[in-house]
């Protein structure tokens, strides 16, 4: 028997699995699909950003993250920047495309973001982001 609480995770995932879909979709044409959309949004929003905290910003594993910021930096959308007074660690910079493509991918992910969530008064989204910030801070 399914659990109230399996459901619930399950519901979760399906929820983030289908927006992930939904945008990697739109972004396509730019080459920003299998996240890499994500990526450049999160380091164009925090400009000199290392490897390291990216990782944890969007939790994924380094190798991952590693392939797709080797995509980003081949298709000209970041560069990576050795810190002068520490050689092993890179800073992540959006480039001059990087930044020109962002206004695009972020109103996609903003427009999806108001659709998903439309229905939703501002106490409920307030009780939500409270409960999943509760959620998130346990993992």
């Known amino acids: 028997m399914v659990t109230a609480d399996t459901q619930l995770y399950r519901l979760i995932g399906a929820i983030a699995r289908q927006s992930t879909t939904s945008v990697n979709q739109q972004v396509k044409d730019l080459g920003l699909d299998n996240n890499l959309f994500l990526y450049l949004i999160?380091?164009?929003?925090?400009?000199?950003?290392?490897?390291?905290?990216?990782?944890?910003?969007?939790r994924v594993d380094?190798?991952?993250?590693?392939?797709?910021l080797k995509r980003l930096e081949d298709d000209d959308y970041i560069v990576k920047e050795i810190d002068p007074k520490n050689k092993k660690l890179k800073h992540l910079l959006p480039t001059t495309k990087g930044q020109a493509?962002?206004?695009?991918?972020?109103?996609?992910?903003?427009?999806?973001i108001h659709h998903a969530l439309t229905e939703l008064n501002p106490t409920e989204l307030t009780t939500l982001t409270n409960?999943?910030?509760?959620?998130?801070q346990q993992l």
């Open 42 to 58: 999160r380091i164009v929003e925090n400009a000199g950003i290392s490897q390291t905290d990216l990782v944890k910003l969007v």
């Open 131 to 136: 409960l999943l910030n509760k959620i998130y």
């Open 101 to 112: 493509t962002y206004p695009l991918i972020a109103q996609i992910e903003a427009d999806y």
């Open 62 to 68: 380094k190798t991952t993250l590693s392939r797709a």
